[in-house]
């Protein structure tokens, strides 16, 4: 645990106790007085009030069209099922930039809804939420598909058979069983949507404004240091709480039943109920998912010349950029790819340290360890980001002016995947295998070379393409550290957005359609590598 331990605590910890320190701090003393004063502004609790009820609002919505995904995911035998499950899977690895850039192709200003019939979505909050159930629609289908697909199906037909109707049988039998997966993807929908800030920013427009987008705005427009702590603090607060009501449903979730192995429970669809749910569910994956990326596309090829790759070109040349960029656009590609697998390699070995650590000791300190390695993902980036350049600047780690920084950053929004898919595989190794080879001789390093690696190959390739993909999206902290010289894509996106005029919205597009076809490579290949459908993400 040392080396996870002592990753934290100086990545993560350390900048933002130091941003809030020094937001709360007045000549050296505490000022919490300045708690109550911002969270009596009304402002503020404008901003506390839309964040809370979008997220309840995404989550309840999310749930709603999600849930028949679910069942058909778990019930169903139909051509093409693996492929459109990594096709429903795209919007979960793609930066919450492409996401909202993807929405603003199909909704906003000159959108593809806007030249067909004149409707204009951008900057309400349909928007935010549509983008939303965009994005979270893989959490709800594969964490309680997942475990839907492992409950015994005897048990409802049992229901029946003793007289229960069909839905008297799914409320009281496979509703309860359902409950801690449907609670735990429920909250983790709720814990992205309260944190949101690239859909937001890009979507919401002056009108909207979440916590996270409210952190960004006062660190570095207003430069309000006090209020942004404060903001901070009730994130913080309100994130751990919604990973430790988590951490609850999943121990129940691992309990709740003796599960069955997945190819036993799906059938094909037969009658024309089941046929009209399967033709629903991809329908809706194709109005949903498909459509905003396709859009996007579109959009990245529609020029004033007619349908062509000139935006595409234009992403060579610094001067057709030269206010917006020291470098020609193109080259955040290269800096991308090159910081997500320094990234990726730092996850893989803090994540699955933490992981090996968390397999062979329990208690309420391992448990408590569990969930830090979760807070990264609901934490305020933007904190995270800030606190980098105001603590990582003195001898010995004076890294304001290092490429180091970009990769450290994105390994925090890494490690959490690391664990979460290695975990599970790794407390499934019998210890006997262990005990076995440390009999015969074996040392521990290579007892764990020859038991432990080529029993979870699989799933630290899967966790290395999770940390890449989520590393290469990162946009909070990098907006912030990632240098002018080196944007990253999702930073490269945000700033020609930020630009008006043609070249720079149709740049941004073809950009965002680059980096979501790298992330849908990146996750297909993962498909065909993965081997657990268990309830875990």
């Known amino acids: 645990m040392a080396v996870p331990v002592a990753f934290f605590a100086l990545f993560f910890a350390y900048p933002v106790v130091a941003i809030v320190g020094r937001g709360l701090k007045a000549d050296g003393d505490w000022q919490f007085g300045r708690i109550g004063t ?45 492929l459109l499950r990594a096709v429903v899977t795209v919007p979960f690895v793609l930066p919450t930039v492409v996401v909202g850039t993807a929405f603003l192709a199909l909704l906003g200003r000159g959108g593809f809804l806007d030249e067909l019939w004149g409707v204009r979505l951008d900057t309400t909050v349909w928007a935010i939420l549509l983008a939303h159930v965009f994005f979270n629609y893989a959490v709800v289908v594969r964490t309680v598909g997942g475990l839907w697909s492992q409950l015994d199906p005897r048990q409802e037909e049992a229901a029946r058979v003793l007289g229960a109707g069909r839905l008297a049988a799914w409320r009281r039998v496979t509703l309860p069983a359902l409950a801690p997966a449907v609670a735990a993807a429920a909250l983790m929908v709720f814990l992205f949507t309260f944190t949101s800030f690239g859909v937001v920013q890009i979507l919401g427009g002056p009108a909207y404004s979440t916590l996270e987008v409210e952190i960004y705005r006062q660190t570095a427009q207003l430069l309000d240091l006090p209020t942004a702590a ?73 020029t004033s010349d007619g349908y062509g790759f000139g935006f595409y070109r234009a992403l060579q040349s610094a001067d057709a950029n030269s206010s917006t ?19 990726t390699l730092i996850a893989l070995v803090v994540g699955g340290l933490a992981a090996a650590a968390l397999t062979r000791r329990a208690g309420r300190l391992v448990r408590g360890f569990d969930a830090l390695l979760m807070l990264p993902l609901g934490v305020s980036a933007v904190t995270v980001g800030f606190g980098f350049l105001i603590t990582l600047d003195e001898p010995p780690l004076d890294l304001r002016t290092s490429w180091i920084l970009v990769p450290l950053a994105q390994a925090l929004v890494g490690v959490p995947f690391v664990v979460r898919t290695m975990l599970p595989v790794l407390r499934a190794v019998d210890d006997r295998l262990r005990e076995a080879a440390a009999v015969l001789g074996a040392s521990p390093l290579r007892a764990w070379r020859e038991v432990d690696l080529p029993l979870v190959r699989r799933a630290v390739l899967v966790a290395a393409g999770f940390a890449f993909a989520v590393s290469l999206g990162e946009f909070g902290a990098t907006v912030f550290i990632a240098r002018p010289d080196n944007p990253t894509l999702p930073v490269a996106v945000a700033r020609l957005l930020g630009r008006s005029g043609e070249l720079n919205y149709g740049q941004a597009m073809a950009l965002s359609t680059i980096l979501m076809l790298v992330c849908a490579v990146s996750l297909l290949l993962l498909e065909r590598i993965r081997t657990d459908r268990s309830g875990e993400f």
């Not at 990326?293 to 959009?299: A, D, I, M, Y």
């Not at 590609?333 to 697998?341: D, E, F, K, T």
């Open 230 to 302: 404060v903001l901070t603090l009730v994130q913080f607060a309100a994130v751990a709480g919604i990973l430790a009501v988590h951490a609850w449903t999943v121990r129940r979730r691992e309990t709740a039943l003796k599960l069955v192995d997945p190819a036993r429970t799906a059938r094909r669809p037969h009658g024309a109920g089941q046929r009209a749910l399967l033709g629903g569910v991809l329908l809706t994956v194709l109005l949903l998912i498909v459509v905003p990326l396709g859009v996007l596309v579109e959009r990245s090829l529609d």
């Open 325 to 343: 960029f020291l470098v020609p656009p193109l080259d955040a590609i290269g800096n991308s790819l090159r910081y997500a697998l320094v990234a």
């Open 38 to 82: 911002v969270l009596s502004r009304p402002d503020i609790l404008d901003v506390l009030w839309f964040t809370t009820w979008q997220a309840f609002a995404s989550t309840a919505l999310t749930l709603l069209i999600a849930l028949p995904g679910a069942y058909v995911f778990a019930r169903f035998d139909f051509p093409g099922k693996q």
